[in-house]
């Protein structure tokens, strides 16, 4: 997550977008344009991306801003969420995602999940509390750990390494747009910042054609 260089940045993420909002992004100061740009699996659609970590506290304080942010986005945008992976913790928190997808509990757990990790404490890496938490979330433990094992979601898990390596992803949270940017908050300077150069980006891919 870079925290030393990103943490006071970071701790003005509800802070207004400010002076971003008076100019227009730049290349390689507030977002970085990918050379080779990547290829998108969303078709037809502008692809934004958020990579994350359920560890990362930034990620946690820019959910609030995600979900008022995502039913504003532009009908030809399609937002995805991609678990960043660096090492084996990233990669085991990875397949708990793609297990909730897996199972279509997504929408009802990941906030909740959020919140027990920051508020809660609960440890990914205790198999008892884990399965505790699921049950007390109406999942079924048994079920979860037969699909996190499957090949399915592993090789989901195998595929976020990749998708972190080729787009060049060093922390997060941190944004991509139909895989030709990437814009973190330490970037755009707050997270809200980060959501508008996000905005502009989508207007910059739609006028090349995009979507």
């Known amino acids: 997550m870079n925290l030393r260089r990103r943490t006071l940045i970071l701790a ?4 207004p977008f400010g002076a971003l909002a008076q100019a227009r992004p730049a290349a390689g100061l507030d977002y970085t344009e990918l050379k080779p740009a990547q290829p998108v699996e969303t078709q037809g659609k502008i692809e934004v991306l958020e990579f994350f970590w359920y560890g990362c ?3 946690y304080t820019l959910e609030p801003l995600l979900e008022q942010w995502i039913p504003t986005l532009p009908a030809d945008a399609q937002f995805r969420r991609i678990p960043a992976v660096f090492n084996d913790q ?3 928190d990875a397949g708990i995602y793609y297990a909730f997808d897996a199972l279509g509990v997504v929408g009802k757990v990941h906030r909740p999940f959020f919140d027990a990790i920051h508020r809660d404490r609960l440890r990914t ?18 079920k ?7 090949f399915g979601v592993q090789s989901k898990v195998r595929r976020a390494k ?6 060049r992803i060093d922390g997060t949270p941190a944004l991509a747009v139909h895989g030709r940017y990437t814009v973190s908050a330490e970037q755009a300077r707050t997270q809200r910042g980060m959501l508008t150069v996000a905005e502009y980006l989508i207007g910059v891919a739609r006028k090349a054609g995009a979507g």
């Open 144 to 150: 979860f750990d037969e699909t996190l094992k499957s």
């Open 90 to 92: 990233w990669a085991r």
């Open 125 to 142: 890496d205790n198999p008892e509390a884990l399965a505790e938490w699921l049950q007390r979330n109406k999942v079924d433990s048994k």
């Open 12 to 15: 003005l993420g509800l802070a």
């Open 162 to 167: 990749q998708l972190s390596v080729a787009y």
């Open 57 to 59: 506290p930034h990620c």
